[in-house]
């Protein structure tokens, strides 16, 4: 292990910049949310490509990203949404392990396609662990970089790399013969990437409560598209569409509602929970996004829209397995 | 065998529900059933989420499948019935889960100092319910509520059993800043905020005691289970807690 203080500093804090990692799990019956990175592939993969572990802390960027001088040599991966990184107006390559040169400043410009991007880091983030996890939950002022969304003047630390991982930028900086940037010849398959669209249809499974709702707002469900309005944000989106109404009122006794699940209040617009939910909830719910298909739900912008299909839950984690075992495959591809 | 039903929420969760009456009993089982599946260790259960009547069961479907392949209870890889294994497992838990009856809920005592500058809508509860301030606080503080649910926010308990002498509207517009600590009453529920944070509730006393620590374990005083006893004490008691906490 190497170790020393490699620092980034934050030029621009972007729109909603903050450090998240795979979640805070364990922590749900404290009433603590699981928060982590919105698009997990995308987290993974940016991981998997600078050498990290899989579930490091990475920076999740809005829309609008920043803009962040690197005072010492890294290797990043840009993975996820994209949001037009550039170096002194070149593009920096994405889904790609990438050597930057110490005194670059690196500014993502605007989001072309997709909505979040995942910045990883040789030696990852150097945060505390809170509760197990270095994800930023912004409501309680915990975890992350001092417990909120990055701001101009912050300085990041990074945690220490490995010595494959030294290895790695010397050999590219060698390569590299003077110039400021070079990206590794290494990129995960294309046929591993989710279905990233503006417009997805994303596979849900039935939620507990579909049966009470009346007939037409069942076959509506499916046939519609759900429009994603700009009160959406980490915690969920609100969606705009046919509406949803019971065939008769009932009460319900709140119990947990998880990352994925779609609920809709009384007006009859609902409501999609994502990594910043809350841990219980008691609103009828009508479907849940299969866990493969959250990381195309993290991509949709505002104006963006969602179709929905059903699925069994064999299914659902049939295609969890076919992820994971694309994962491996790309794990290996890297090692060798 | 008592009756419970088991449904999944996706395709990484299921719910062990026990009924659909918020009572002590059931509440009893759904602690019985958080305490035997946390004593197991099963390699594939992420957490538990117990809430009024239900237990959440966040596990890993890919842990399930290799947990059922090495019991050699099913070819490893066999996609199609995570579920259903899942819900073996956690079934033959629940039969074999003891009586509610063997539940010792662990009590807690929350001092409060109510009224005044902590308790800014004292007066307005005692008012809507006929009764003088220090009425408010005796019924209050006479109360043992037990706490359904951790949730909303970090530490915040749903508690049971206010009297409804107390019961009081929220207040038609939110405050932007509710302290840490506060003690409120919504409707017939009471409770506690553990962090600052916007709400609508009528304040009518805090506590001193932090609810809700992040570096502490666990990083929530109450758990769900608990029974909560409050107990009124003066400013000046309330500003010793303070002082004997930094």
């Not at chain 1, 809005?62 to 002194?88: K, N, Q, W, Y």
């Not at chain 1, 930057?100 to 150097?126: F, H």
């Not at chain 1, 010397?170 to 290494?186: D, H, I, Q, Y």
């Amino acid at each position: 292990m190497v170790t020393g203080r490699l620092i980034i500093e934050v030029r621009k804090p972007g729109m909603l910049t903050t450090v998240q990692d795979a979640g805070r799990q364990g922590y749900q019956k404290h009433g603590v949310i699981v928060s982590g990175a919105m698009d997990e592939f995308a987290l993974r993969v940016a991981n998997l490509l600078v050498g990290n572990a899989e579930r490091e802390a990475v920076l999740e960027m809005t829309m609008i990203g920043p803009a962040l001088h690197f005072r010492a040599d890294a290797l990043i991966a840009v993975c996820g949404g994209d949001l037009s990184p550039t170096r002194e107006g070149v593009p920096v390559p994405q889904w790609q392990p990438v050597w930057v040169a110490a005194g670059s400043t690196l500014e993502w410009k605007q989001a072309k396609a997709g909505c979040r991007a995942c910045l990883a880091i040789a030696g990852g983030l150097s945060v505390p662990q809170v509760m197990g996890s270095k994800s930023t939950f912004l409501r309680a002022k915990i975890g992350g970089f001092s417990g909120r969304a990055l701001q101009s003047n912050d300085v990041l630390e990074l945690g220490a790399r490995t010595a494959r991982q030294e290895e790695r930028i010397e050999r590219l900086r060698a390569r590299a013969n003077g110039s400021p940037m070079l990206a590794e010849p290494v990129s995960p398959a294309w046929e591993i990437f989710p279905n990233y669209d503006l417009t997805p249809e994303v596979r849900v499974l039935l939620g507990r409560e579909f049966e009470r709702f009346d007939e037409a707002s069942r076959r509506r469900f499916f046939q519609e598209a759900y429009a994603v309005t700009p009160q959406s944000d980490r915690m969920g989106y609100r969606l705009q569409g046919g509406a949803l109404q019971l065939a008769k009122p009932f009460e319900l006794i709140s119990e947990a509602v998880s990352i994925g699940t779609i609920q809709v209040p009384q007006e009859g617009n609902p409501i999609l929970l994502l990594a910043d939910r809350q841990t219980t909830g008691g609103y009828p719910r009508i479907a849940q996004v299969i866990t493969a298909d959250l990381p195309l739900l993290a991509q949709v912008k505002p104006g963006g829209s969602v179709r929905f299909r059903q699925v069994t839950i064999g299914e659902a984690h049939a295609a969890l397995l076919e992820r994971e075992r694309n994962l491996a495959k790309l794990r290996l591809a890297l090692a060798l | 065998m008592e009756a419970y039903e088991l449904y999944p929420l996706g395709d990484a969760a299921l719910v062990v529900n026990f009924g659909d009456v918020i009572g002590e009993q059931i509440q009893r089982r759904v602690q019985v059933l958080t305490r035997c599946l946390q004593e197991r260790s099963l390699p594939w259960l992420i957490e538990l989420v117990p809430a009024f009547t239900s237990v959440t069961v966040y596990y890993d479907p890919l842990l399930v499948m290799q947990s059922v392949g090495r019991c050699g209870q099913g070819a490893s890889g066999d996609v199609s019935s995570i579920y259903e294994s899942v819900c073996d497992m956690v079934e033959q838990v629940v039969r074999q889960m003891p009586d509610a009856g063997s539940f010792q809920a662990r009590e807690v005592e929350i001092p409060v100092c109510y009224g005044g500058e902590y308790g800014p809508d004292l007066a307005e509860v005692a008012e809507g319910n006929g009764l003088w301030a220090d009425e408010v606080v005796r019924i209050h503080c006479s109360g043992e509520y037990r706490v359904y649910l951790i949730g909303f926010a970090p530490g915040f308990p749903y508690l049971g059993g206010m009297s409804e002498r107390i019961a009081a509207p929220r207040r038609s517009s939110p405050r932007l800043q509710i302290p840490a600590g506060s003690v409120g009453i919504a409707g017939r529920q009471t409770g506690v905020y553990p962090i600052e944070t916007p709400g609508g509730w009528q304040l009518i006393g805090r506590t001193p005691i932090p609810l809700f620590l992040p570096d502490a374990d666990p990083p929530s005083l109450l758990q769900a289970g608990d029974v909560v006893r409050f107990k009124s004490i003066t400013a000046e008691e309330y500003a010793a807690w303070t002082a004997q906490q930094k």
